[in-house]
């Protein structure tokens, strides 16, 4: 089945600095999701692409869809204490009326006042 | 706007008692439904899906099950939880095309 890398595992900043993660895939997707999780709450859709190579931003965060449709990247700039969270990115490939999403092990991110 | 609602939010259960937990989803029609296990804070699993009333797709083979009575409403059950069945239970929506899915603030249990 298909898998996703998702790296970092964990990271800590200072407060103010960039923030780099990204995913990889064995195969190819059509959508790529990155979400947020909060300790206890679910995860909350940050952003979303359906184009190989579009970039997008929501805010501070940037995410590109890799032009060979097997990676991801989300970019964070300017951290604040409450980016703290779990991010997770997320593929689906809607070959043969599959709905299914593979998801990242996630990136936990610290933020160090 | 579309809201996804679980309940309960948290539930602790002896194990061998059965289990029902509840999700349900406003402002759509016709939603795709899904089941996620989270264990300890990461990786999500994918146990069901359903993309209409009385259509349940299973992921993994387990001890869960899971019912779809109504067109925005999906249930998670157990006739005999085991201590394996604790976790951070996720439900989702998308639209019939499925690119997108939306989460519900989750239901945490503890099997004891």
């Known amino acids: 089945g298909q898998q996703l890398n998702q790296s970092p595992q964990s990271m800590f900043i200072q407060e103010g600095e960039d923030v780099s993660m990204n995913c990889t895939s064995s195969s190819i997707f059509n959508t790529w999701l990155w979400y947020k999780q909060d300790p206890g709450e679910g995860p909350v859709l940050l952003i979303a692409l359906y184009k190989a190579g579009e970039l997008t931003s929501n805010g501070r965060l940037t995410a590109q869809f890799g032009i060979t449709r097997k990676d991801s990247f989300l970019n964070i700039s300017a951290s604040i204490p409450s980016d703290v969270g779990i991010y997770f990115c997320?593929?689906?490939?809607?070959?043969?009326?599959?709905?299914?999403?593979?998801f990242g092990k996630g990136t936990k991110l610290s933020v160090i006042p | 706007s579309q809201t996804i609602h679980q309940w309960p939010a948290t539930l602790v259960q002896p194990v061998g008692s059965p289990l029902s937990l509840e999700c349900t989803v406003e402002g759509t029609s016709n939603p795709n439904l899904y089941w996620y296990r989270q264990a300890a804070g990461r990786g999500l699993q994918l146990l069901f899906y359903s993309v209409g009333i009385g259509q349940i797709s299973s992921e993994v083979p387990q001890n869960l099950s899971a019912s779809r009575p109504q067109d925005r409403q999906f249930i998670l059950s157990s006739k005999k939880l085991l201590l394996s069945d604790s976790g951070f239970y996720l439900c989702?929506?998308?639209?019939?095309?499925?690119?997108?899915?939306?989460f519900g603030p989750g239901t945490r249990l503890l099997v004891l």
């Open positions: 997320a593929g689906q490939y809607s070959g043969a009326g599959s709905y299914q999403l593979t």
């Open positions: 989702a929506w998308s639209t019939g095309t499925g690119e997108t899915q939306y």
